[in-house]
């Protein structure tokens, strides 16, 4: 009977259409439309409509425990909070642009799984195509035996370091990176926002300020919905020879944890400034583990530098700039009872390049995501942050010209 149910299950996540998947096919673009998942006590089945047949790649990673599945580039047009609720073997799944060309599926794993199935089912009729992960229950050490080592991503940096100007361009470059990207989706609200989405927009308000000043140059770690792993992240600001770095973020505690709203500013230190900033810096340093990539040691070129006195001059403009944008968002956002705050983040380790993170507020605080949803907002607080660099570039001028 319960093999019969199952049966049934399955056979209906297969047989449901999306609703007007042949109007949104497109003769080139492949094209994410819903998915569906059922389960019985050992097995659990993803469906994921897609407009067109593609090739799949699907393989498992270990600690923590996921299941992977690489496609080319799609278009992610799937419901309001899809992936957020598992069920069965899956405790949730994300989804995103992995890389140029790249798109990637990560699946948490309640309990060690194994793939038993991956396939496509072309599109028939009015039945879209579907693509078919069946998940079942094993053992960890055959779980740790068959999972593969996390691919790393292709290199994209050169597309980010813009070409040398004939003439020198003595203006400051600032290198603006919105955090998390692609199927690393960074904190989320009740309400299905996602971090990854929320900074990127505020990123990109930034950089129009920025540009439309004049003063500056700019460049974006991502200005699309792309994961980038955090060493990039650093490289990017290195081989750019950025006069200044600004990762944007918004936290969000879970249910249970408390509450805090507020904007903050965070510098880098080696011992954190408390409790709270060493647990973000825990997060976010492993948000490429979230993308399915492994990040398992810093960057060489920035692990094999002591970062110690010989870093303080660097740290003492990230200290400086840090207190100007606190005053500067004074007017612009609320701000939390600890504004400054300073923590062992990965992506602020550049050696020579000042570098903060600052976290616009807390997407679990129902008053600030009701503001970092705000286009309003977003421009108030864009505008801030401007005016803020410029007062940091008018104190220290001489000692970034030419940079």
């Given at each position: 009977m319960r093999a019969a149910l199952l049966l049934c299950g399955l056979m209906l996540a297969l047989s449901v259409p999306a609703p007007a998947w042949a109007q949104k096919a497109t003769k080139d673009r492949v094209i994410a439309l819903d998915t569906r998942l059922a389960t019985d006590t050992s097995r659990t089945r993803l469906v994921i409509d897609l407009n067109k047949k593609v090739e799949v790649r699907a393989y498992t990673i270990a600690n923590p425990n996921r299941a992977v599945i690489d496609l080319p580039e799609v278009t992610f047009d799937l419901p309001v909070g899809a992936g957020k609720q598992g069920r069965g073997l899956i405790a949730a799944f994300r989804y995103g642009q992995f890389a140029p060309g790249k798109a990637r599926i990560v699946i948490d794993l309640r309990e060690p799984a194994l793939i038993e199935k991956t396939f496509v089912i072309a599109p028939v009729d009015d039945q879209p195509a579907r693509l078919v992960i069946d998940l079942v229950r094993t053992d960890a050490a055959t779980f740790q035996k068959t999972a593969l080592q996390p691919e790393r991503p292709p290199q994209t940096l050169a597309a980010r370091v813009p070409p040398k100007p004939h003439v020198a361009d003595t203006r400051p470059l600032i290198v603006i990176d919105p955090g998390h990207g692609g199927p690393d989706v960074g904190a989320q609200a009740a309400t299905g926002d996602d971090e990854k989405d929320v900074v990127l927009e505020v990123a990109k308000k930034l950089r129009d300020q920025l540009l439309r000043s004049g003063h500056y140059r700019v460049v974006m770690t991502r200005d699309d919905d792309t994961f980038v792993a955090l060493e990039e992240r650093v490289a990017i600001a290195r081989a750019n020879a950025a006069a200044l770095f600004i990762s944007i973020h918004a936290d969000s505690l879970s249910k249970g944890t408390g509450e805090a709203s507020g904007a903050t500013v965070y510098t880098v230190s080696e011992q954190a400034s408390d409790f709270e900033a060493q647990k973000l810096a825990d997060k976010e340093n492993r948000a490429d583990l979230?993308?399915?990539?492994?990040?398992?040691?810093?960057?060489?070129?920035?692990?094999?530098?002591?970062?110690?006195?010989?870093?303080?001059?660097?740290?003492?403009?990230?200290?400086?700039?840090?207190?100007?944008?606190?005053?500067?968002?004074?007017?612009a956002a609320r701000l939390h009872k600890t504004p400054v705050k300073s923590a062992g983040f990965v992506v602020l380790k550049a050696p020579d390049v000042p570098s903060v993170l600052l976290e616009l507020g807390y997407l679990s605080s129902p008053e600030d995501l009701k503001q970092m949803t705000s286009t309003v907002w977003r421009e108030k607080v864009a505008v801030a942050m401007a005016a803020a660099i410029d007062r940091y570039f008018a104190t220290r001028a001489p000692a970034v010209a030419g940079r």
């Open positions: 979230l993308a399915g990539y492994n990040f398992a040691s810093q960057p060489d070129d920035v692990a094999n530098i002591l970062f110690d006195l010989a870093q303080r001059d660097t740290k003492n403009h990230s200290a400086l700039f840090a207190r100007t944008l606190v005053g500067y968002l004074q007017g």
